[in-house]
């Protein structure tokens, strides 16, 4: 009986750092959003998650290209992956074609800190930084998060501003 109970302890353990991953994972996979302006389509955003055994692999593409009068005024291309490991992440590589800026980033756990490199640069950042790829609810809660476009930290705060209705 101890050793059941013991077994059953180790498993709820074992899923616990999952849940805030889990959370913003839907049931199918694959979250998918137009990106629009004024009301017209000018791109595209699919995040993608995929589970291994102890990891979970999130693949994300977004896309904009915005022309006035079919004249490109701004484009936009990003593709990355991350990789995370008992809800803590440990890999990610991202390339990033910003309205003609290229930035190509690349971070990985070293120890209890992070390796990050934005096109060859390397620089050691804290392990607590969270990747700004819009489906992890840690990114609320963090105070640092990186910008995975450009290789960018920023400082945020969450602050309760009430409520307000947003008519779609």
């Known amino acids: 009986m101890l050793k059941r109970l013991n077994k059953v302890v180790l498993c709820i353990l074992m899923l616990l750092p999952q849940a805030g991953i889990a959370a913003g994972v839907p049931s199918n996979g694959i979250l998918d959003f137009v990106i629009l302006r004024n009301g017209s389509e000018i791109g595209h955003h699919v995040i993608r998650f995929e589970k291994l055994a102890d990891s979970v ?19 936009f291309r ?5 990789v995370w490991r008992g809800g803590q992440l440990i890999d990610m590589t991202a390339e990033t074609n910003d ?70």
């Open 57 to 75: 692999i999130v693949r994300i593409e977004a896309q904009v290209d915005y022309r006035i009068a079919f004249i490109p005024f701004y484009t």
């Open 99 to 168: 309205n003609g800026d290229d930035f190509s980033i690349n971070v990985k756990a070293e120890g209890d800190a992070f390796r990050l490199s934005v096109n060859g640069v390397e620089t050691p950042i804290d392990a607590g930084v969270i990747p700004a790829s819009l489906w992890n609810i840690a990114l609320v809660e963090s105070g640092k998060i990186l910008d995975p476009a450009d290789g960018k930290l920023m400082q945020v705060a969450i602050r309760n501003s009430g409520e307000e209705v947003i008519n779609v």
């Open 78 to 82: 990003h593709v990355s992956r991350e």
